[in-house]
């Protein structure tokens, strides 16, 4: 039987930390954090160099944010990319990267459909996936929903799918992430996240957290749950050092000195920067009211200013592809089954 949804009156505190965890860098509340031994320079990358990873979100959902991340990483191998497997142009994103089989292409495992005009539903049969649907079908609109709602029995079940779909449209994903970061929405669900990563040895987006993110979060008034500690400690893919946003802005110009502003601040180690680019179209506007900030990441990184920017002395551009090329870890046998 499925669970109705009931709005809570409070979030549960380590409900709400591990959201945080995923948002951080977007609200700005916690800094950026320097540490030994960052994941740059296990590595291998030079130590005091700020190693970034240009992430495209939201892949897949319809033309203009396709056609936006196939101009990115044709003008740069070091691009990386996701792709939202339930999305109604998941299929053309897939056989464009079959035709690029060298493009850093990850998955944006997803269990919300928020766009009011443009939602999408489960890749499961919805009969296996009941706790995950609203009244007609679709993912949960809200983070706040899901939380409530899902059984973690069948969020993983939904996920495998995901992977499962984009493994036979022939995508080899290079890396995983959450989308509206709902897989931290709950410690079972980030336990599922992490153990999907490991069965499919495709490594998951987390943020390494070294005793000053522990002290910042506390500070900010977020305990950090001993059972998410012991759950990073034992992860054993690549992890980042910290996570960036590109936010919102009232102009592009306003956009790009916010931008300047954040390259400049970043310390060592490996830090995805994530951006959600498209091109402007009239189905971009009916598709998502934020389409002005996507058409203006989608401009941002291909300003030559930027570029300069980013291939700077300071920085070096990496993508997932390259990190597990790197990495010296043992993969499983053989990943799972559905």
Known sequence: MKTQFVQPTKTPRKL???????????VALLPSVACADTWAERLGFPAEKTVILLHAHEMGICHATNAAAKKLHASDSKHSSSVTVPGPWFLDFAAWSREHPDADVGLSLTINSELTNHRWQPVSPHSRVTSLVDSEGYFWPSTTQTMVNAEVD?????????????????????????????????????????????????????????????????????PIPEELIGLLENYPLPKVDDLQFVRPAESYEALRSSFVEMIHGLPPGLIQVSFHPAIESDELKRVTPDWQQRVWAAKLLQDPKIRTLLTSEKTILTNWREVMER???QAPAQAPTP
Do not use: N
């Open 327 to 329: 990495y010296t870890g």
């Open 16 to 26: 709400g930390l591990l959201l945080a965890i995923t948002y951080a860098a977007t």
């Open 154 to 222: 069948e969020v993983e079940q939904e996920l495998h799918s995901q992977i499962q779909r984009a493994l036979r449209a022939g995508l080899k994903p290079t890396h995983l992430t959450t989308h509206l970061g709902t897989l931290f929405m709950r410690l079972d669900f980030t336990e599922v996240y992490l153990r999907l990563a490991r069965q499919y040895w495709i490594p998951a987006v987390v943020i390494e957290l070294t005793p000053e993110h522990v002290e910042r979060f506390q500070r900010l008034g977020y």
